[in-house]
T-cell receptor, first 110, second 113 residues
C-alpha cells in the first residue's frame, strides 16, 4: 500500500524567505502531483511531474521529483503572503488513482 | 469550460436521512473520482470510475455508501442512512487522460445532525 509523508505539516514563514516542503512516499510511483488548497476552497492543480528528474517552476514555486529516492520537493522562493495555503503532494497509485499526503499548511507572515 | 460541477454545495440533514450528492465532470473527461475530506482523516479517495465503470471502491466506508455513474456526464454518491460521522466535505474530480491532473469540483459540505 502506497503511503505518503509530507513534512513539515505546518510551516510559518516570513515574507521574503525561502523554504522547502518534502514529500516522501513508500512504494514505486512514476508520477507525482502537487495541489494547493485555500481555506474553505477546493483543490487546485499546481504541478504534474511525470518522470525521474522532472522539475517544474511556476512563479515562486518549484517542484522536483526523484523517483529513485521516492522523494518530491516543493521549493518556495522569496515567499509572499499570497502563497499562504495548504499544499498537498499526491503520487500516483497502482490503480490509476492518487494517494494524497496530509498536506502542509503554509502561513506567510509579513 | 465550466469545470467540475457539484450539487448541492451545502447540505444539512438529520441522522438517518438519505443524502444524494451529484457531480457533473468536465466534458470529455473519462475518469471520475469521489473524495471525502475531514480534519481528522484528511483527503480520502472513496471510489473512482473509468469510462463509467467503477475501478476501485475500496475507500467506500461501508454499505451505507453507494456511487453510480450512469453516463459520462453524471455521477451520484448516496449515503443511506446518514450518520453524524459522515459530516465532511465531499469532492468530485475528473481527469481527461491517464497521467493527467485531476480537476476538482467546489465540493459539497455535508452536515449530519
Amino acid at each position: 500500500e502506497l503511503k505518503v509523508e509530507q513534512n513539515p505539516l505546518f510551516l510559518s514563514m516570513q515574507e521574503g524567505k525561502n523554504y522547502t516542503i518534502y514529500c516522501n512516499y513508500s512504494t514505486t510511483s512514476d508520477r507525482l502531483y502537487w495541489y494547493r488548497q485555500d481555506p474553505g476552497k477546493s483543490l487546485e492543480s499546481l504541478f504534474v511531474l511525470l518522470s525521474n528528474g522532472a522539475v517544474k517552476q511556476e512563479g515562486r514555486l518549484m517542484a522536483s521529483l526523484d523517483t529513485k529516492a521516492r522523494l518530491s520537493t516543493l521549493h518556495i522562493t522569496a515567499a509572499v503572503h499570497d502563497l499562504s495555503a495548504t499544499y498537498f503532494c499526491a503520487p500516483g497509485g497502482s490503480q490509476g488513482n492518487l494517494i494524497f499526503g496530509k498536506g502542509t499548511k503554509l502561513s506567510v507572515k509579513p | 469550460d465550466a469545470g467540475v460541477i457539484q450539487s448541492p454545495r451545502h447540505e444539512v440533514t438529520e441522522m438517518g436521512q438519505e443524502v444524494t450528492l451529484r457531480c457533473k465532470p468536465i466534458s470529455g473527461h473519462n475518469s471520475l473520482f469521489w473524495y471525502r475530506q475531514t480534519m481528522m482523516r484528511g483527503l480520502e479517495l472513496l471510489i473512482y470510475f473509468n469510462n463509467n465503470v467503477p475501478i476501485d471502491d475500496s475507500g467506500m466506508p461501508e454499505d451505507r455508501f453507494s456511487a453510480k455513474m450512469p453516463n459520462a456526464s453524471f455521477s451520484t454518491l448516496k449515503i443511506q442512512p446518514s450518520e453524524p460521522r459522515d459530516s465532511a466535505v465531499y469532492f468530485c474530480a475528473s481527469r481527461g487522460f491517464s497521467g493527467g491532473s485531476q480537476y476538482f469540483g467546489p465540493g459539497t459540505r455535508l452536515t449530519v445532525l
